[in-house]
């Protein structure tokens, strides 16, 4: 039996299984997993790639690397959709009510995926990884959307100085 000292935070236990999902990506450049949580139960999940019955980027190449695209610039010059966008899809596309849930995310969410995530009504974003995307951290900030971020795929937990 493991000790109980073994055993992670609800934080770093959904940051796990964030690291996870991030493994079914089809992107070329980065790999991005996100889940919805609310009351301590997994609403949906979502990884970044292609739309459903559209070829994927491994299939047919990257566009933004093909253009030279900077990463977080020109969002619209991609075949696939975030990670975030896909957590919040599935939300929609079964029903599933998100509205004061918390986002567990690989990656801090891009300034599109922040407009989608304060509408959406998500109170709690946890993150590893920055993005270079500061009209993102401006906007959660302004909306009071809490950001977190965890070192590590089962790290500490520490805020990031905005909510």
């Given at each position: 039996m493991a000790a109980q000292s073994d055993r992670p935070s609800w934080e770093n236990y959904f940051m796990g299984i964030t690291a996870l999902v991030a493994k079914r990506s089809t992107c070329l450049r980065r790999s991005v997993g996100a889940i919805i949580v609310k009351d301590k139960r997994i609403l949906t999940t979502g990884y970044n790639g292609a739309p459903s019955g559209i070829r994927h980027c491994l299939e047919v190449g990257c566009l933004r690397e093909r253009l030279q695209v900077a990463s977080g610039e020109r969002h619209e010059l991609c075949r696939?959709?975030?990670?975030?966008?896909?957590?919040?899809?599935?939300?929609?596309?079964?029903?599933?009510?998100?509205?004061?849930?918390?986002?567990?995310?690989?990656?801090?969410?891009?300034?599109?995926?922040?407009?989608?995530?304060?509408?959406?009504?998500?109170?709690?974003?946890?993150?590893?990884?920055?993005?270079?995307?500061?009209?993102?951290?401006?906007?959660?900030?302004?909306?009071?959307?809490?950001?977190?971020?965890?070192?590590?795929?089962?790290?500490?937990?520490?805020s990031t100085g905005f909510l």
């Open positions: 696939g959709i975030h990670a975030e966008q896909n957590a919040i899809i599935q939300a929609a596309f079964h029903g599933v009510s998100i509205k004061d849930s918390k986002l567990f995310c690989t990656n801090l969410p891009c300034s599109i995926c922040a407009k989608m995530i304060i509408n959406a009504g998500i109170k709690k974003i946890y993150y590893q990884s920055g993005y270079a995307d500061a009209l993102s951290e401006d906007m959660l900030r302004e909306a009071s959307v809490e950001v977190i971020q965890v070192d590590g795929e089962l790290g500490n937990c520490g």
